[in-house]
């Protein structure tokens, strides 16, 4: 089945490390999308994907970085950087030039201990 | 600035019973506005899209309204169940440039729990 597959479900960091948040879709969709989400506040644009080997800064783009090295993966790190990381994040992506199709991953959720 | 408001933040109803939730959105121009359902833990599954000449879209028991005038939407869940309870989010999209994905732009949600 067609879908968009995130992992961890469940992830935690130590202070100062970067951790490498994965998202992988067979929907033969050309882009791809990180959000944030926080507590009683609306999905925040991280990152997003357009091809393959480009990305843009979203809206809260400090502290992460991404790549796009093929067009079925966009993983997200979250390094040391981003000082309030504990959050939910979620992956989407749709056909190219449409919001059309948007379809979200089930999300990882990471804390920092 | 582009806004999506959603009320109520949340709200408690009985099993069975009928229940509307409201968007309000300032998002122009205007393409299209979609309702999802998340699930706890879970990402958002879509339930409706409706664009600009469409003022009502069903989807079982869930029937979403559009007024493109006052920029409002509705989304009405008829006899309601347990697996109701999740947070139903209302998302705009304007009509995009270049085929920019920051045209979307994300109420906050509102907490649904159907108690039985």
């Known amino acids: 089945d067609g879908g968009i597959t995130q992992s961890p479900k469940y992830l935690f960091r130590k202070e100062g490390q970067n951790v490498t948040l994965s998202c992988e879709q067979n929907?033969?969709?050309?882009?791809m999308y990180w959000y944030r989400q926080d507590p009683g506040q609306g999905l925040r644009l991280i990152y997003y994907s357009q091809i393959v080997n480009d990305f843009q800064k979203g809206d809260i783009a400090e502290g992460y970085s991404v790549s796009r090295e093929k067009k079925e993966s966009f993983p997200l790190t979250v390094t040391s950087a981003q000082k309030n990381p504990t959050a939910f994040y979620l992956c989407?992506?749709?056909?190219?030039?449409?919001?059309?199709?948007?379809?979200f991953g089930s999300g990882t959720r990471l804390t920092v201990v | 600035k582009n806004q999506v408001e959603q009320s109520p933040q949340s709200l408690i109803i009985l099993e069975g019973k009928n229940c509307t939730l409201q968007?309000?959105?300032?998002?122009?121009?205007?393409?299209?506005l979609r309702w999802y359902k998340q699930d706890t833990g879970r990402g958002p599954v879509s339930l409706t899209i409706m664009t600009f000449s469409e003022n009502t879209k069903s989807n079982g028991r869930y029937t979403a309204t559009l007024d493109a005038d006052t920029k409002q939407s509705s989304l009405h869940i008829t006899a309601s169940q347990l697996s109701d309870s999740a947070s139903y989010i209302c998302v705009v999209s304007e009509v995009e440039s270049g085929g920019g994905a920051d045209g979307l732009t994300f109420g906050k949600g509102t907490h649904l729990i159907i108690q039985p």
């Open positions: 968007c309000n959105y300032t998002v122009s121009p205007f393409s299209n």
């Open positions: 929907l033969n969709h050309d882009a």
């Open positions: 989407a992506s749709s056909i190219q030039g449409t919001s059309y199709g948007y379809t």
